[in-house]
């Protein structure tokens, strides 16, 4: 209570600014605000504008179809999907540093300018990766005249291109799915002729299906196929 005269007598802003010239600088405790909610939203944006919905969606459908449960952990399919997107995307990054980051932090552009020449890049990545189907979906849906796809906002785009990727997961993991499938079901016939009618076929069509996919060196072919279906160009 003998201290709360003494602090306030301080006069220290939480908020306060500073003008140089055109620019505005802030002080550090809204500098930290600004950067910890910019971070906040960077899992959406990972997600929603790169090619990680697709690579960790088809994952996922892969560990279900070899049938395990702990193996690989989802940590390191995350940690794949992570990488495998950072270097599918290393084309788009690379553009947005060259045009925005590096002038910006030159002091040549303005931060609105930043953005706008970021936003040109990972806008053609994903118009090349959204299928025309789920583009006019959400174009009819946002109910705008003159909204055409050279002109599309991110507000049509960014859900157009999640729908598109989640559908292209899909088709991918059913082909997968396949030959998993077969194998189940060849096990399953031999072990009924078998009369081994109380046996899991789990128990045989796993190993079965890990030495397959090991000896036809799946993960790499995988990950390759997922790399190529990308249009980065």
């Known amino acids: 209570m003998l201290l709360a005269p003494l602090a306030d007598a301080q006069g220290i802003p939480l ?7 055109n620019s505005t600088e802030f002080t550090v405790p809204v500098q930290t605000l600004l950067v910890l909610t910019a971070l906040s939203f960077l899992p959406a944006a990972l997600v929603l504008v790169t090619s990680f919905t697709r690579i960790i969606i088809v994952f996922a459908l892969l560990k279900q179809a070899l049938g395990l449960q702990t193996a690989p952990p989802n940590t390191v399919l995350v940690g794949l999907a992570l990488f ?14 060259d045009d925005a980051y590096t002038p910006l932090a ?3 552009i ?17 118009l090349n990766n959204t299928g025309n189907d789920e583009l006019r979906l959400f ?13 599309v906002p ?25 030959p998993f499938i077969a194998i189940d ?3 399953a016939s031999v072990l009924t002729s078998l009369g081994m009618v109380m046996v899991s076929p789990m128990m045989f069509s796993l190993p079965l ?25």
């Open 15 to 21: 908020v306060s600014s500073v003008t140089r010239g």
């Open 84 to 97: 495998l997107t950072l270097f599918i995307m290393n084309p788009v990054l690379s553009k947005i540093y």
């Open 106 to 108: 030159k002091g040549t």
């Open 110 to 126: 303005q931060f609105e300018q930043a953005l706008e020449n970021a936003a040109v890049p990972l806008k053609k990545f994903m």
């Open 139 to 151: 174009i009819s849906l946002y109910q705008k005249p003159d909204v055409t796809r050279e002109n």
């Open 154 to 178: 991110f507000q049509v785009l960014v859900p157009a291109f999640a729908m598109s990727e989640i559908k292209t997961a899909f088709i991918i993991g059913f082909l997968i799915y396949l």
């Open 185 to 187: 079901l060849a096990v």
């Open 209 to 233: 299906k890990l030495i397959i996919f090991v000896l036809a060196d799946g993960w790499t072919l995988l990950g390759t196929s997922l790399v190529a279906s990308f249009n980065t160009g």
